[in-house]
Nanobody
Framework: QVHLVESGGGLVQAGESLRLSCLSS????????LGWFRQAPGKEREFVAS????????DYTPTVKGRFTISRDNAMNSLYLQMNDLKPEDTAVYYC????????????????WGQGTQVTVSS
């Protein structure tokens, strides 16, 4: 069973960048499709981005496309989210998500979650 731990969140100003990381343990990282979700205060958790098992395809929610980049390093058991040109509306807790069979998407999340990392963007 995979165990996911996010890091890299923090407080930044609008227009700045952050890079989130998700480190996994507990198995072969390459068998999991991966994604990032986020949850803002008072809102439901929402899909942000996903990446396929071999990193051949990525997908993004429209509001972050062109600003965020998802990537993975299976040898390092790590998932990343490079976030550029951050906006106050990006403020949320960001969660790493994994599943061996399902590619995380806006319709369906995977079965494994990290504990989340807080991203706060001030205007």
């Amino acid at each position: 069973q995979v165990h996911l731990v996010e890091s890299g969140g923090g407080l930044v100003q609008a227009g700045e960048s952050l890079r989130l990381s998700c480190l996994s343990s507990g198995g072969d990282f390459s068998v999991y499709a991966l994604g990032w979700f986020r949850q803002a205060p008072g809102k439901e958790r929402e899909f942000v981005a996903s990446i396929t098992w071999a990193a051949t395809e990525t997908d993004y929610t429209p509001t972050v496309k062109g600003r965020f980049t998802i990537s993975r390093d299976n040898a390092m058991n790590s998932l990343y989210l490079q976030m550029n040109d951050l906006k106050p509306e990006d403020t949320a807790v960001y969660y790493c998500n994994a599943d061996p069979f399902t590619l995380p998407s806006a319709r369906k999340s995977g079965g494994y979650w990290g504990q989340g990392t807080q991203v706060t963007v001030s205007s």
